[in-house]
């Protein structure tokens, strides 16, 4: 019985360190998240990114840090909503795969298109022909597959700040 009771301490443990390490690597993802301010910034895209914090997310962070003006986001969908919101940032994105999932980018997307319907929204995901993504798209999102054509990613954000019409970007031509 002591045996089972080792056993079952030690996995318990195990968990609670890998939720220790999990919870630290979203802290330090967030912490290091830049803000520009200033008008040397002026032309760069407000841009925020969502998702739980993978090697992924980590990257399109880093590809945008120096071409943007970033918030980064893997806590709550109310968060991301509120302060792109407030501080009106129009380019979403979000990673539909797992473990963020679908939910949260739908719940962002349906409440910032109402607040904000010039909002570009864009969803990256390893099947851009699947189910969710077909969603996505048919509520107005932009769907990139991975892996992702950072090209692609940095035109759409200034693609987007140059509109002047509010056009929405062809969703189907960005899977190309």
Known sequence: MSDAFEMKRQELLKQISSIKTQQKSK????????????????????????????????????????????RVFSGTTTEVIDTCAE???????????????????????????????????ICCTKDPSSKDAEIIIQKGGIVLGKPINTTLLIKSLKQHQAKTDHAELPSRELNN
Do not use: C
């Open 27 to 70: 802290k330090k993802i967030e912490s290091q998240a830049t803000v520009y301010h200033g008008s040397s910034n002026s032309l760069k895209p407000s841009a925020a990114i969502f998702g739980s914090p993978t090697l992924f997310f980590k990257s399109i962070k880093e590809i945008l840090e120096p071409r943007s003006q970033l």
């Open 87 to 121: 501080n009106q940032i129009l380019n979403i994105i979000v990673d539909i795969d797992e473990p963020t999932g679908l939910k949260p980018a739908i719940e962002i997307l349906g409440n910032l298109k109402a607040i904000q319907p010039e909002t570009v929204f």
